[in-house]
């Protein structure tokens, strides 16, 4: 396989990188997977499409609405959806309706676009740079945004979450939303800013995405896998490995795509990772806490008196 391959793979898997702070943002602070929010990218993707291609609007006010859209859309899906799960604590319930909005939103934008591909022609950027070795392809404007948000993004995102007043509100609530409430932190205001972000977030993902590589359903379903794999093998606290963590999988896809007898594995990669997480996350460490507790009592016990 050549360097340029797998080079070509990192770069895609860039794409993915606000959408995965944009998840992981929301399930630290819901306390569950939100399955439904990569959906949010898909909506905005071709809310843009609409705005740019159907209705003529200006190819920046078409950008700007629709992230706007997907943010306000995604503020929506959890009023109506998911909040009284989030205050009562209810995981799975969030988790299983999670998994019924994602397949709808799906099957209602395939049904509306006849399940056809649709590409970009006005709103596509015109600009683009040739780029050698090791890449050896031509990068355009997406390309750029997309690394951008690798090495721009994901750290501001971080220092935000960790050291400013915000930050440790967010925290604050993810951790106890009614010790948090108790002093006189605004829990409803900070669900409000924490889901439009992770919802904007997810549609840039898929503006970005779709600009690029076109319109598709299912163009958020595969990616909404290895977003959850990272989120659950990493854990959402750790938004600067986790968004490093999606761009390698993206590079060990390309790896399997290009050795013989191991393309089959490219489409694995995320179950594997997601396999791995739960296993490591679910029943090995607790595994491993009882044994260091049954451990230090037995140490304890073996203490002499006086």
């Known amino acids: 396989m050549s360097v340029e391959t797998l080079v070509g793979g990192l770069l895609r898997a860039t794409y993915f990188v606000p959408a995965v702070l944009g998840f992981c943002l929301a399930a630290r602070h819901g306390g569950y997977l939100p399955l ?5 990218g898909t909506i905005a993707a071709y809310l843009a499409y609409y705005f740019a291609e159907r209705s003529g609007w200006n190819g920046a006010c078409s950008l700007v609405g629709a992230l706007i859209a997907g943010g306000v859309l995604g503020v929506a899906c959890h009023r109506l959806l998911f909040a ?21 939103i799906e099957n209602v934008v395939g049904l509306m676009s006849s399940g056809y591909a649709l590409a970009f022609e006005t709103l596509r950027p015109t600009w683009q740079v040739v780029c050698g070795w090791p890449l050896n392809d031509t ?14 993004l994901a750290p501001a995102l971080w220092l935000s979450v960790n050291h400013t007043r915000l930050g440790l509100a967010y925290r604050a609530v993810a951790s106890d939303r009614d010790l948090a409430r108790e002093h006189g932190i605004n829990a409803d205001r900070i669900d409000t800013l924490v889901i439009f972000g992770a919802s904007s977030l997810c549609a840039c993902s898929g503006i970005l995405y779709a600009l690029r590589y ?16 990272v ?36 489409h694995g990669v995320g179950y594997t990772v997601l ?32």
């Open 36 to 40: 439904w929010l990569p959906q949010c």
């Open 84 to 104: 009284g799960h989030v205050a009562r604590r209810e995981p799975y319930a969030a988790l299983l309706r999670g998994v019924a909005v994602s397949l709808v």
């Open 139 to 152: 990068l355009r404007l997406p390309d750029l945004v997309s690394l951008g948000a690798l090495a721009v």
């Open 214 to 229: 076109g319109l598709t359903p299912q163009m958020m379903t595969t990616p909404a896998l290895k977003i959850v794999a």
């Open 231 to 266: 989120a659950v093998a990493v854990g959402p606290d750790r938004l600067l490995i986790s968004a490093t963590a999606v761009v390698m999988m993206g590079g060990i896809e390309r790896l399997c795509q290009g050795i013989p007898g191991a393309a089959g594995l490219e």
């Open 275 to 306: 396999i791995i997480g739960v296993m490591a996350n679910y029943v090995l460490r607790p595994l491993w806490r009882r044994w260091a507790l049954v451990m230090g009592k037995e140490r304890f016990n073996e203490r002499p008196v006086g």
